[in-house]
């Protein structure tokens, strides 16, 4: 059975960080596109970056480019480092494992398909 469980996410003022956490198990970890998607209250969920199977490349939505950082370790655990944070940046976030393309594709991976597990999700709030 393959959990993605995430963590860290909490409440920040505007311009602090935050970093969230996924731990899967179940899944051929080192083998899967990993992504974060998010959503805020009353919108569509959106993507937020996506790294490679083996964490030597990352893509990111333009909205949070520079300011996260998406990696991952060989213990099944990807993680999203967020800095200088905005109320905007106000959403549930999701891990997600993308089950239809290893290869990391901006094209594909951004778009929110092909992901086929995706866990519980953690709520992020920026006040301020």
């Known amino acids: 059975q393959v959990r993605l469980v995430e963590s860290g996410g909490g409440l920040v003022q505007a311009g602090g960080s935050l970093s969230l956490s996924c731990a899967a198990s179940?899944?051929?970890?080192?083998?899967?596109?990993m992504a974060w998607f998010r959503q805020a209250p009353g919108k569509d969920r959106e993507f937020v970056a996506a790294?490679?199977?083996?964490?030597?490349?990352t893509i990111y939505a333009h909205s949070v480019e520079g300011r996260f950082t998406a990696s991952r370790d060989d213990k099944n655990t990807v993680y999203l480092r967020m800095t200088t944070l905005k109320p905007e940046d106000t959403a549930v976030y999701y891990c997600?494992?993308?089950?239809?393309?290893?290869?990391?594709?901006?094209?594909?991976?951004?778009?929110?398909?092909?992901?086929?597990?995706w866990g519980q999700g953690t709520r992020v709030t920026v006040s301020s």
């Open positions: 790294i490679s199977d083996i964490g030597d490349r």
């Open positions: 179940g899944l051929a970890f080192s083998s899967y596109v």
């Open positions: 997600a494992a993308c089950t239809t393309l290893q290869y990391l594709t901006a094209s594909y991976h951004s778009s929110g398909g092909g992901y086929g597990y």
